[in-house]
């Protein structure tokens, strides 16, 4: 009985000692995904592992991490101090923290700025909406001297660097949601020659700000005041995969040329218009890029089939997309009253010119109403691409119909002999 014990301690004391054994890097990647308390907790229970928790590059304090800390000023603070090595990855949510205690997070900027901070995310947001009158974080003058930011993830934040400052030379990716920009003169023109991916999101200050990216794949923008947005400035972005581009209003002074805009743009696989960009289109519908042969999905939100300027940017972007793999849709609600555009456009000469969609995969409408324009549309599409696999239709929550459609859908005579069809009812 002894003796099997003995061995049983053996066998345990050997894996642990194993688990010990490890390279210091594959450790560190061990508690990288455990939570703060986790890793803490870890090092706690075993003295080998102390040194690894004290030496981790990556420190994560989530929303949930910091909401449920009543001292977590303190508890951040003893962890950095207790600290050592650098500090690659670093992510705080910092919105339950009041203003007047914003130079403590200074404390840990400048910290970060003099540890080898590379990945830094600083969040103002709390997802639960717990706290909505929290103050903007105004970004100390260190962080503008980080040269070896790679990712930068802000929200909520005051971006005023420096008259010294021209870009963050090394940074790949940059996403900022609802950020004020400050940028005079000097600094509205940002040097980042390595940069990726670029996300803005309801930021104020940003329209005029000229960014050198020649390595630019992504950008993404959701913009307040959309007339004052230069996209000329991404006119030497040749190397742009994916473009979304995005509004939250739709009344514009000055329309944006956006035939200038995908003639610089050869290679964009992935294109997302909102409402204004789509009238846009629609007033530059015969101006139009012969081909944009690399597109392969097209999603176009708050989509209205009752809206002409809609159907004519829709027409031209299908026209010029050869091979198309998605084409995604989100409706916009329906407004009681709004008669129906003339079902005859869908089914005229302009319309019959579009020819088969020999690339087109799948199919997908998110809040769909069911009504006629928008059948005679999927009716047309099923007919036309012959390699179509999935069509997925999901209703508008607000819709009057009594979901009639379904057996309708199923009538229709599609192109592709393995088509699937999906219709995602509303809930009662």
């Keep these: 009985m002894i003796s099997s014990c003995f061995k049983k301690l053996k066998v345990e004391r050997d894996k642990l000692d194993r688990l010990t054994d490890l390279p210091i890097n594959v450790k560190h990647q061990i508690q990288e995904h455990l939570s703060v308390e986790e890793a803490a907790r870890m090092s706690v ?12 590059p990556k420190l994560v304090f989530s929303a949930d991490f910091c909401h449920n800390k009543p001292l977590i000023i303190d508890v951040i603070n003893t962890i950095l101090l207790q600290h050592c090595g650098a500090i690659k990855t670093f992510l705080v949510n ?14 840990w900027m400048l910290l970060l700025s003099r540890n080898g ?37 802000l ?54 700000s000229k960014i050198y990216a020649p390595k630019l794949s992504q950008i993404s923008f959701l913009t307040i005041r959309t007339k004052t947005l230069e996209l000329g400035h991404y006119m030497d972005c040749r190397m742009l995969t994916t473009v979304i581009l995005a509004s939250s209003i739709t009344n514009q002074d000055k329309p944006i040329n956006m035939t200038y805009l995908l003639k610089c743009w050869p290679e964009v696989r992935n294109f997302g ?10 007033t530059e519908a015969e101006r139009l890029p012969t081909y944009l042969n690399n597109l392969r999905t097209l999603a176009l939100y708050k989509f209205d089939f009752d809206d002409e300027d809609h159907i004519f940017a829709l027409l031209g972007m299908l026209r010029i997309s050869p091979n198309l793999d998605i084409l995604l849709f989100e409706l916009s609600s329906k407004k009681k009253g ?7 456009h869908f089914e005229g000469p302009a319309y ?16 769909f109403h069911g009504s006629t324009t928008e059948m005679f549309f999927v009716r047309f599409i099923l007919a036309s691409a012959p390699l179509l696999l999935k069509t997925v239709l999901n209703e508008d929550a607000e819709s009057n119909h009594e979901s009639k459609f379904s057996k309708e859908l199923m009538g229709f005579p599609p192109a592709s002999p393995k088509l699937q069809i999906y219709v995602n009812h509303k809930k009662k």
């Excluded at 990945?119 to 503008?144: F, G, M, Q, V």
């Excluded at 218009?273 to 629609?282: E, G, I, Q, R």
């Design 94 to 107: 910092i919105s339950s923290i009041p203003s007047s205690q914003h130079s403590i997070i200074d404390e």
């Design 45 to 56: 229970l075993s003295r080998p592992w102390k040194h690894i928790w004290v030496s981790i």
């Design 352 to 367: 019959r010119t579009l020819g088969l969609f020999h690339k087109l995969q799948r199919l997908i409408i998110k809040k």
């Design 117 to 153: 901070i590379m990945d830094l995310t600083l969040e103002n947001l709390d997802k639960d909406r717990l706290i909505l009158n929290n103050a903007p974080y105004k970004l100390p003058s260190c962080l503008y001297g980080i040269n070896k930011l790679e990712s930068l993830t």
């Design 273 to 282: 218009l909102h409402t204004y960009y789509l009238k846009s289109v629609a």
């Design 338 to 344: 709004v008669m129906e555009v003339n079902v005859n």
């Design 155 to 208: 929200s909520k934040c005051i971006f005023r660097p420096p008259c010294s400052f021209t870009g963050f030379h090394m940074l790949k990716n940059l996403s900022l949601l609802k950020v004020v920009l400050c940028l005079d003169v000097a600094t509205s023109f940002l040097w980042m020659p390595d940069l990726v991916i670029l996300q803005v999101k309801l930021c104020s200050g940003f329209p005029n």
